[in-house]
């Protein structure tokens, strides 16, 4: 295929990656609604998360037993394009069964819709993750699956904006909370075309067609390849600590020697955080292009600076105070030096990415104020490339096992539901402060799998570029 027609491809499936950001956005109002007009304690409005999470891991567990069953790799027999397409229209009857949900008065019937989306999301992601790494070489599939996590970076940086311009008329974070139903409807409505605009996309545009012609295995065939293994493992522990760091910096810097901000005075800290990601990963995409490489230093110094820029825009249009976040430009330019170092090799990115992950807990952990606060939100930094490199890594060499890995992979997203409570249980035992130590662990083992997958895909026979 040329690559002509190969970047026409990755800019179409590009689009979904889009979306998903858009639509996760959406949480930001839909969370704090149901909270005020249900009346839910803080635990119970955190479920709609669970019902996401759990989502990915029970869509992935049916996809697996179905192939099993029928004794044919479904995802496979579909095809990446029509597996993505078939999400699409199940996260659209999750839309539009939210309608009746919110009218209900049901928070279990809401969660049971929010649980239907989320459900189409883990089919998309199952296929579109391989289909973006088949796009290309191998050894660039990780930058990208970082010119998709950079889009989707961007959808959830604008969603909260385009949202709540549309439906609010301003752009306060606690407009959410007096949000009426009608609104909440019209939030579900859009959301509904976009999912279907998404798929209409999808069935018009002429991808290729992305599958294996090996004959079908049942069992878990995926699982003798090592890479895989220690993948699973390293993708439930990076979705863990990129959602625990967020999670608990609430109550982490309402703390006396955090400054003991304020609900609101936390918004663009948090902001920060996320906006990290989008950072992280334009920068990591730029290897996806075919630039001379001076090109490719120049925009691996500008590119991040622009993103940062963005992220700073996006909380002064929110009304946030933004000279408070300046200081972090330092760890930006932490970050461009870190992108030179690694090269453009994946292993060695995650390597270099997780050793800083490491430090930067290590010092917000032994220091306390702004050094700290800024330390542990340079965790999103750290965490940007996180899930392209591992992803990429651990299916490589999978061959007729990559639809199955790619389920499994997907099903690891469950370490965002599991490591957030854990770290609150030791913030019950210990404090919060100090419970942030499973992050210095999680970035550990982050650290140790680079090490392992490259002598691991070495030994299978792929030297290069690792």
Same mark, same amino acid.
């Given at each position: ?5 190969? +970047? ?14 858009? %639509? ?92 239907? @989306? ?42 909260? @904006? ?16 007096? +949000? ?121 110094? %500008? ?5 940062? @820029? ?118 019950? %035992? ?37």
């Amino acid at each position: 295929m040329k690559s002509s027609s190969n +970047a026409g491809a990755l800019a179409t499936i590009i689009t979904v990656f889009f979306f998903w950001g858009f %639509v996760a956005a959406s949480n930001g109002i839909f969370i704090p609604f149901c909270k005020s007009h249900f009346n839910l304690s803080q635990f119970q409005s955190q479920l709609i998360d669970t019902a996401f999470y759990a989502a990915y891991f029970i869509g992935s567990l049916l996809l697996w037993f179905s192939s099993q069953l029928f004794r044919v790799d479904i995802l496979n027999k579909l095809g990446y394009k029509q597996a993505v397409i078939a999400g699409l229209l199940i996260s659209v009857a999750g839309s539009l069964l939210m309608i009746p949900a919110v009218g209900s008065g049901s928070f279990s019937f809401i969660l049971s819709a929010f649980f239907v @989306i989320a459900l189409g999301f883990s089919l998309q992601q199952t296929a579109a993750q391989p289909f973006v790494t088949a796009l290309g070489t191998a050894e660039t599939g990780a930058h990208r699956l970082n010119l998709g996590g950079g889009v989707n970076s961007f959808g959830t940086l604008l969603g909260p @904006i385009l949202v709540s311009l549309v439906l609010f008329g301003n752009l306060s974070p606690e407009a959410a909370a007096s +949000a009426t139903v009608e609104s909440v409807d019209t939030v579900y409505y859009i959301l509904t075309g976009v999912f279907l605009m998404a798929a209409l996309l999808l069935t018009v545009a002429k991808l290729p067609k992305v599958h294996s012609t090996e004959k079908f295995e049942p069992g878990l065939g995926a699982l003798k390849f090592s890479q895989l293994r220690w993948g699973m493992l390293a993708i439930f522990v990076y979705v863990g600590v990129e959602v625990t760091i967020q999670s608990n910096m609430g109550a982490l810097l309402a703390l006396p020697q955090f400054g003991g901000l304020s609900t609101a005075q936390i918004s663009p800290y948090i902001s920060l955080y996320w906006g990290s990601l989008m950072i992280g990963r334009w920068t990591g995409a730029i290897s996806a292009f075919n630039f001379k490489p001076t090109t490719k230093k120049l925009l691996m110094i %500008v590119l991040p600076i622009v993103a940062y @820029i963005i992220v700073l825009l996006a909380n002064y249009l929110r009304g946030n105070e933004i000279a408070n976040l300046l200081p972090y430009s330092l760890c930006v330019a932490a970050l461009i030096a870190g992108s030179f170092l690694a090269q453009e090799k994946p292993a060695r990115m995650l390597f270099i990415f997780s050793v800083g992950g490491i430090l930067a807990m290590l010092i917000g952990l032994l220091t306390e104020g702004q050094v700290a606060m800024f330390a542990f939100i340079s965790g999103g930094l750290c965490c940007s490339i996180g899930w392209p490199c591992i992803f990429a890594l651990s299916i490589t060499g999978l061959g007729k096992f990559t639809g199955q890995g790619s389920a499994f992979l997907i099903m690891m997203i469950l370490g965002g539901a599991l490591i957030p409570p854990l770290q609150g249980y030791l913030a019950d %035992v210990t404090d919060i402060h100090s419970s942030y130590w499973i992050t210095v662990f999680c970035f550990a083992y982050l650290a140790w799998f680079a090490i392992k997958v490259k002598a691991v895909l070495q030994k299978q026979g792929f030297h290069t570029n690792q």
